[in-house]
């Protein structure tokens, strides 16, 4: 088992540049099946939930070209096929495994997912993908824990309001409704960055999708979609992750290959704190820094401040002069990494829905547990400023999302490494 150690306290001072965004990449992959043409996708980040997806693909008769993946690079390929069984062994490693029951159930008329896993930060549910895909027509079953659907005649295109805005059901509805007959029209759709860059590469592929308002979009159904080539936006949440690293413990720490647009929403809470922060074209400048005033957060879907990014902030609160308040309008469980931060001197308290976070004067070194993706790097944020060495167990949650990032830090100055 590796785990991650970091001896704490030395500055940050260099550059980093961030990787393309695995929630962007992971449904535009999955967007494969609605061609027969190959897909190519560059700046892929080469993460363990990028490489699941491919095996997950792979079983449905998918051609997955990895071999330039240590570039950022994939290249897919479906040849339809007998296979429309999204099997659990593969299914349960990653919740976005569910990305493939709109696409497949649009070009074969059938599929057989299993209920997904991932990391256990809330309930998550599927209903909401399943209702959405019955309303184009689809009947659903629920059998040994899979999702079996069938739509005989094809799907058809209608009027669809999600009941509540769910970016993993968005990005269901608008693949399958691609190639409905018809024209659909879906509101309350999320509109993330990342759904965004799916319509985006759709289009590429001569799919027809025009937004009509702020969270409503109209699609046009059509026979066959084609190949295309396409560029992978940045991880809004890494460039995020490490701007919040240099506010905390940098000499100069520049962030590199952003999409300012994508991060303005948090930028903007963080120049109101009169943070030593700058931005020029797609980078972004940061400096240690103290937060003079208490902040009250509330996490809410986009353009509202992101849930993925509520742990990282929540060490920065620590920092600061005075008492915090996050409150988690999301997932119901997100907050399992309180207990491991206040092992390392933290004063947090949680009351339902809401963290209370009180000023600490520092961090210091600790055995500490990951317990999901976003969990585990603010714990090394924690452990970068920490006194001592802080040990960081289960980092298979971090390679699920942060590509090479000792290596990022490493050569920033952080005294940091994965050992066995």
Known sequence: MEKIIINGGLSLNGSIHISGSKNAALPIMASCILTDDELQLSNVPNLNDILTMSKVLSSLGVKVNEEDISDNKITLQYFDSSKSIAEYDLVRKMRASILVLGPLLARKREATVSLPGGC????????IH?????NLGAEFTLDQGYIKCKASKGLVGCRIELPKISVGASESIIMAATLAQGESEIKNIAIEPEVIDLIDCLKLMGATI????ERTIMIQGVDQLHGASHVIIPDRIETLTYTIAGLMNAENLLIK??????VKNVLDILHKLNLDLSVVDNEISTKKSFIEEGLEIDTCEYPGFPTDLQAQIMVLMSLGKKKSVIRE???????MHVPELNRMGANIEISGAKAIIHPCENFFGAQVMATDLRASVSLVLAGLVAKGETQLNRIY????????IERKLQTCGADIKRVQ
């Open 120 to 127: 256990a930060i809330g309930a998550r549910p599927v209903d």
């Open 329 to 335: 309008n999301i997932f119901e469980n997100r907050f």
């Open 397 to 404: 949650h971090l390679d699920r999302g942060y590509e090479r």
């Open 130 to 134: 399943i209702n959405a895909l019955q």
């Open 257 to 262: 290959g952003i999409n300012v647009k994508h």
């Open 210 to 213: 025009e937004m009509n308002g």
